[in-house]
């Protein structure tokens, strides 16, 4: 099993950056891609981006191409995300997840962490 926690969220004005951390323990060895996801009150959840385990290309939803950026420690086993100039509309709860190369789906899911921007 893996296990993911996230820290990093806070409330911040429109036009400021935070920086999400996504900390993985148990078989991380297990792990091929990790992502970030987001839900806000009321609607669905919804990619942010992901990257590789072992590193390469990043994806990014539409939403947020230019003003965050996914990145991963191995060493650390940690994974990041920059959020930069942020606005109302990126008030969420920011999920990290975690999957193996066998599955299209995340498997691994931390508990969330709450990230509102005030205008």
């Known amino acids: 099993q893996v296990q993911l926690v996230e820290s990093g969220g806070g409330l911040v004005q429109a036009g400021g950056s935070l920086r999400l951390s996504c900390a993985a323990g148990g078989l991380t060895f297990n792990i091929y891609k990790v992502a970030w996801f987001r839900q806000a009150p009321g609607k669905e959840r919804e990619f942010v981006a992901n990257i590789r385990w072992s590193g390469g290309a990043a994806q990014y939803a539409d939403s947020v191409t230019g003003r965050f950026t996914i990145s991963r420690d191995n060493v650390k086993n940690t994974m990041y995300l920059q959020m930069d100039n942020l606005n109302p509309e990126d008030t969420a709860i920011y999920y990290c997840?975690?999957?193996?190369?066998?599955?299209?789906?995340?498997?691994?899911w931390g508990r969330g962490t709450q990230v509102t921007v005030s205008s």
């Open positions: 997840a975690g999957r193996t190369i066998s599955t299209d789906q995340y498997q691994y």
